[in-house]
């Protein structure tokens, strides 16, 4: 009797145990990468790599992660100029890509 009780309590604690780290990795991944975002980056910073983020179901934002080439990460503002224009840039490339 004693171990059909021990063995019911582990499993609950194991199904517990289980649902609270689907609840962290579904939280950690179910948010916004950009909290800040800036208008322009100094003539100085040179970029190394662009990625644009669609919205999506976790993030609404559009979101325009430049890294650098000392690996520092920059959030662009896709409303600004240089948002605008990356973007621009993005959508210009992808039509080359596929003209090819």
């Known amino acids: 009797m004693v171990s059909k009780v021990l063995l019911c309590v582990l499993s609950v604690i194991v199904l517990c145990l289980a649902f609270a780290q689907a609840q962290h990795h579904q939280l950690s991944q ?3 990468s950009c909290i800040q975002t800036i208008d322009q980056l100094h003539p100085s910073m040179k970029i190394s790599n ?3 983020a669609l919205k999506q179901n976790f ?3 559009v979101e325009i992660i430049v890294t650098l080439q000392n690996g520092r990460r920059k959030c662009l ?3 600004s100029e240089i948002g605008k224009n990356i ?3 993005m959508e210009s490339m992808k039509k080359t890509t ?3």
């Open 30 to 32: 179910s948010r916004c």
């Open 50 to 52: 662009v990625k644009i």
């Open 59 to 61: 993030c609404e934002n």
């Open 77 to 79: 503002n896709p409303e």
């Open 87 to 89: 973007i621009n840039f």
């Open 98 to 100: 596929k003209k090819n």
